[in-house]
């Protein structure tokens, strides 16, 4: 099978998987074993699974009232806590993950910076009657802006909401505890951070009460059922023991460099969430007055993979609804890109991604709007 030879910048769509962490599965693919079965084999695909997830509840220092379900990945997460939860009233912000957004019955708006606008939260909640869940990303999947869920987790415990957070495109980015953190619900998937697609969990803390979404067999302790993804596990738990926070750090550098040479090259460019804290590895920009599909596809006969924002399923370009949330213009929003680096990125991936950019903008500079 062919590995891309491009260059890849789209990593908050999904990460390549890190070599140990197919070694690992493949090396689990060959072994049989139901882990419900109680014979040898079963037993061993047990031990594999409880393993996996101790790494998970380490790297999460979740608490010992916290359970950590395997699932298929972040919208089966989301959906369970956002579909399960016993309550009246959901509010989440304006600028959440589709699989979040769609149980809304209220939005939080967002200000110009990324940044949702916590104010305007306290508000909704002041005299709040209503049994509540209150869902907020930790970091957003298009501009990377993180959000201050501190102040979230705080508002709801002062209003005795429910509280969940995505926290997809942090995990694996910057340190998480769990202990401290104080949410009732986390979502994190496998393969934005090296591991396989189709894996990821969902922390219930201090044993909250929430339904299975899928029924069944008693797996995953009566919480999600069916037979366990056994390599997938392993594979997201192998990731799990590989993060690097340090390396996300220099990766901040990378996108820094980027970013500064973008802008010299073309002073029109536009830089979302730029004065808000970002995870280090996400840039979106606009050239107002080139469409989105114009870079793209150009970047994209360059060898170069970039996103218009977030992956949509249908393979089209839309305006980013993102971005619109937070004021952007209508030229902004249609001519929006989002680069995203990752574990594999490099500083001479880097410098060619500036060089295809600098001989893209010759050729659409002149539709730049002035
Ligand atoms: N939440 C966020 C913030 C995401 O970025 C994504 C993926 O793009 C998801 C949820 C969905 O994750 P999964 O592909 O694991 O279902």
């Known amino acids: 099978m062919a590995t891309f030879s491009g260059i890849y910048l789209d990593h908050n769509a999904t990460t390549p998987v890190k070599p140990q962490v197919c070694e690992k599965m493949l090396e689990t693919l060959m072994f049989t074993g139901n882990a419900s079965a109680i014979h040898k084999a079963g037993r061993e695909a047990r031990r594999l699974i409880e393993d996996s997830r101790q790494t998970v509840i380490k790297a999460l220092n979740a608490g010992p009232r916290d359970v950590v379900v395997f699932t298929s990945g972040a919208t089966e997460a989301n959906n369970m806590v956002l579909k399960g939860a016993e309550v009246e009233r959901i509010i989440t912000s304006a600028i959440e993950h589709p699989s979040v957004l769609f149980a809304a019955t209220e939005k939080i708006s967002v200000l110009p910076s990324g940044i949702i606008d916590v104010d305007a939260l306290e508000k909704m909640l002041v005299g709040n009657t209503q049994q509540t869940l209150i869902s907020v990303m930790m970091a957003n999947n298009e501009t990377g802006v993180i959000q201050p869920i501190e102040k979230v987790i705080a508002l709801a415990k002062k209003y005795g909401c429910l509280v969940h957070t995505d926290a997809v495109q942090t995990f694996g980015k910057i340190p998480m505890d769990l202990q401290k953190l104080g949410a009732d619900f986390v979502t994190i998937t496998g393969h934005k951070m090296g591991g396989p697609q189709g894996t990821g969990c969902l922390v219930i803390c201090n044993c909250v009460a929430l339904p299975p979404l899928l029924q069944g067999a008693a797996q995953e302790k009566n919480l999600r059922a069916g037979t366990e993804n056994l390599a997938g596990i392993v594979g997201f738990a192998t990731a799990v023991k590989l993060i690097d926070f340090e390396g996300y750090q220099k990766i901040g550098v990378l996108r820094d460099k980027l970013e500064k040479a973008l802008s010299a090259i073309s002073p029109a460019l536009k830089i979302f969430g730029k004065d808000a804290p970002r995870v280090p590895n996400t840039s979106m920009l606009a050239l107002p007055g080139v469409p989105s599909e114009t870079l793209l596809i150009a970047l994209d006969l360059a060898g170069v993979c970039v996103s218009s924002g977030s992956a949509c399923s249908s393979g089209t370009v839309r305006a980013s609804r993102v971005l619109k949330a937070m004021g952007a213009t209508e030229a902004e929003t249609q001519s929006a890109l989002r680069i995203s680096l ?26 730049c709007q002035k």
Request: aromatic share 16%.
């Open 342 to 367: 990752g574990w594999n990125t490099t500083e001479n991936d880097v410098d060619c991604f500036i060089s295809k950019w600098q001989e893209m903008y010759e050729r659409v500079k002149d539709k």
